[in-house]
């Protein structure tokens, strides 16, 4: 009722009341000039005046004396999250209490990981904290296998609150979690937004700066002694429990009220904005990689290609082996991932290995792709070699048994089961299905049939099997070019000769010769829309004109998409749109409009979107904004040490000079708005399209749907191969 009728006058009274300079903070990070951005600042704000603020409230919130408990329903994988009262974030208790959540969850070697997660006596479990200036939480997560009882779940994450209560930890992972915080530390420090991130954090908590930066000092004073007490303090009988179970929710009515079409006028400019515009400014000059000085490309050996670039501002390293071999080649691959992180050595128990990988301070992960396999670790560079020993002798000699692999596939045919229900799959089935057919991944997994088959040799064999392919190093680092080769020679074994890898396999895109509707009906209060089509390869030529399309089409919350489907007409919660190139060289070109709307809305939705993207607004005042825009980008985003070899590897594959960016910044510099249209009729305008749409059909106006296709209804069975 508040939002339906809103009040100017409080508004203005609010920001009166609140947007004063004592209320404020300015946090900067950059490349700047200290002296004259302080003299700047105080220039531009010393004639504003401060004002008494109004007494902070405190909320005192009633004790949680007893088990409080809550229940809902909604369509899939069921759920359970308990919630324990904590402790302010500037707490004496705070640190200790963040201790405690990685003992229980640290992704890796915590009690959760361990006790529930590598033993499967959940389907998966968790943990995290919510530090606020007036309370803190402490959240524990679990979902359930199939037939296991939600009750169950919660007795399972409360049995690793009493073990810590009671004293049932190694008092060694202490320095070792303090190790994995000092790492996450140097991490968030080496990029702009996390370091202001950590400065605003600190003002918000009303927190001292000297008191923020030595959280990790106040952490290694702490032993075992202060985690069981903060646990028997915070952790006793109250505490809030909830249930989400597999059931269909009840979709409240949701009114359709008249709104009259706002006209948006490109053109008008507030006098702020254009006093802003008209400020005097010296332009900054884009910065490119340069192979030699950012990176450098060698062979470890004549068949394996070895990227170094150097870390200049810390001591952790990332370190990847990337095999061209993904689920295409073979769809055993992602379940043997899954397998591999339930698995040891035989030198190491699986929850050994997951202790030392802990102890090291390193991340140890195996990703598999389409058509790419990448094995990864990153850490302290002092561990580089113990860490690249340990993933090596894991990946040549990954030891499990059959009751481990049995519990993991109970497990996947559970969550498929879940994904069937849960619109936000069915919806990305949806649309993959429509767009490849049975080359889309929900159709061509194994089946569960096949799932239920695979056998603990074969799928152990598969991974042993992984470095005998052809590959590609890259290591970030502190490391000279020459200690990294000692280290890769003395604990990263490889085969004399490696195995070729499969021909790339490109996935074409179904290209109707008129546009159609793939429509599945769920009971939803929102419609999913999906528009896609496409056909053209991969161009380098194209890249600037996409990049200027993108801006003036889509361009944010500034770019006609957003501004008349959303803002003028108020059709959808959610809209974009984008012109998307393919990811290697051959891969096909995608164009994708992507909604959530009200149900009853989808067919003016539909009709808006495709209308646009057809008969696409002309606006030279659009153009010159877009045009600044991507220049802006092109002058004032860098590429952080740690992207480089990424961005040289993604450039290679598109067989694209390094860098591509100097040539695509003059291109966009001399382009004209003809441009933008030139590329707009050529591949957008007037396509036929690939509509795809999850929501229910009762609130749909279906025969206005169907006037943009032919409306095709498609089940579970067509868009899944389960």
């Known amino acids: 009722e508040h939002l339906k009728n809103p009040s100017i006058a409080r ?57 409080e408990r809550v229940e809902v329903t909604f369509p899939g994988e069921e759920y359970v999250l308990l919630a324990f009262r904590t402790a302010a974030r500037t707490h004496k208790d705070a640190e200790a209490l963040s201790v405690l959540d990685m003992i229980l969850d640290n992704s890796t070697a915590g009690l959760i990981n361990l006790n529930i997660n590598q033993q499967q006596r959940a389907r998966s479990a968790g943990s995290y904290p919510w530090t606020h200036n007036d309370y803190g939480a402490q959240y524990l997560w679990g979902i359930p296998k199939q037939d296991q009882d939600l009750a169950e779940v919660e007795a399972l994450l409360l049995e690793q609150i009493d073990q810590i209560k009671n004293g049932q930890f190694d008092e060694s992972i202490i320095p070792a979690i303090v190790t994995d915080f000092k790492k996450s530390y140097k991490q968030r420090l ?101 192979p030699g000085k950012d990176y450098t490309e060698l062979a470890y050996r004549s068949d394996v290609p070895l990227y170094h670039a150097q870390n200049p501002l810390n001591d952790l390293f990332s370190f990847s082996i990337s095999i061209d071999v993904g689920s295409m080649t073979d769809s055993r691959l992602p379940i043997a991932r899954e397998l591999l992180d339930k698995a040891g050595t035989p030198r190491l128990s699986a929850e050994a290995l997951k202790q030392k990988w802990y102890a090291l301070g390193t991340d140890f992960s195996l990703s598999v792709g389409d058509q790419r396999t990448t094995i990864s670790i990153s850490g302290l560079d002092e561990n580089f070699a113990a860490s690249l020993g340990l993933l090596n002798e894991l990946m040549s000699q990954p030891t499990t048994d059959e009751t481990i692999l049995d519990e993991l596939k109970n497990i996947i045919l559970t969550k498929r089961a879940d994904a069937q229900k849960d619109p936000r799959t069915i919806h990305q089935a949806l649309y993959r299905y429509h767009r490849l057919g049975d080359q889309s991944y929900y159709r061509r997994v194994l089946s569960n049939e096949e799932v239920t088959a695979l056998e603990l040799e074969e799928l152990t064999n598969l991974l042993r099997g992984l470095l005998d392919y052809s590959q590609t190093l890259s290591y970030t680092g502190t490391l000279s070019i020459e200690k990294l080769k000692s280290a890769l020679a003395a604990e990263y074994t490889l085969p004399e000769s490696l195995t070729a890898t499969p021909q790339r396999q490109v996935l074409t895109n179904y290209q109707p010769a008129e546009t159609q509707i793939y429509f599945f009906d769920k009971e939803t209060a929102q419609a999913q829309v999906r528009v896609e089509f496409g056909g053209v390869p991969y161009s380098a030529y194209l890249e ?25 007409r108020a059709l959808a919660y959610s809209v974009g749109a984008l012109y998307i190139h393919g990811s290697e060289r051959n891969d096909y070109n995608l164009m994708i409009g992507a909604m959530g709307t009200q149900a009853d809305k989808t067919p003016e939705a539909v009709s808006a979107l495709v209308g646009l993207m057809d008969d696409m607004p002309v606006s030279q005042e659009r153009f010159a904004a877009a045009q600044a825009s991507v220049l802006n980008k092109y002058r004032t985003e860098r590429l952080g040490f740690r992207q480089v070899l990424g961005s040289v590897r993604s450039w290679e594959r598109k067989d694209l000079p390094i860098d591509p960016r100097p040539w695509r910044f003059e291109q966009i510099q001399k382009a004209e708005l003809n441009q933008v249209l030139e590329f707009h009729r050529e591949h957008i305008a007037g396509k036929p399209k690939l509509i795809s749409i999850t929501g229910d059909k009762n609130k749909i106006d279906m025969e206005a749907l169907g006037q943009h296709g032919k409306i095709i209804e498609v089940g579970l069975d067509e868009v899944f191969s389960f």
């Open 544 to 568: 600037s004109h996409a990049e200027l399309f993108n801006d003036y089409f889509y361009g944010g919350m500034a770019g006609i998409v957003f501004q008349e489907i959303r803002e003028a």
């Open 190 to 290: 080496e990029g702009n937004g996390p370091r202001v991130s950590l400065m605003r954090d600190s003002y918000l908590a009303f927190e001292e700066w000297e008191h923020t930066v030595g959280t990790l000092d106040r952490m290694a004073k702490l032993r075992k002694k202060d985690i069981v007490k903060v646990a028997k303090k915070y952790f006793k009988d109250g505490y809030v429990t909830g249930y989400r179970r597999d059931g269909q929710i009840e979709i409240p009515p949701i009114d359709k009220p008249p709104i009259d079409k706002i006209d948006i006028d490109p053109t008008r400019q507030s006098d702020f904005f254009s006093n802003v515009m008209a400020l005097d400014y010296e332009e900054i000059e884009p910065d490119y990689v340069v």
């Open 11 to 67: 508004m203005y009274e609010y920001y009166r009341t609140y947007y004063v300079p004592n209320n404020m903070a300015l946090a900067i990070s950059g490349d700047i000039d200290i002296k004259e951005t302080i003299a700047l600042i105080d220039h531009e704000f010393s004639l504003w005046q401060k004002k008494k603020l109004p007494k902070s409230k405190k909320w005192k919130e009633p004790k949680i004396k007893k088990v």
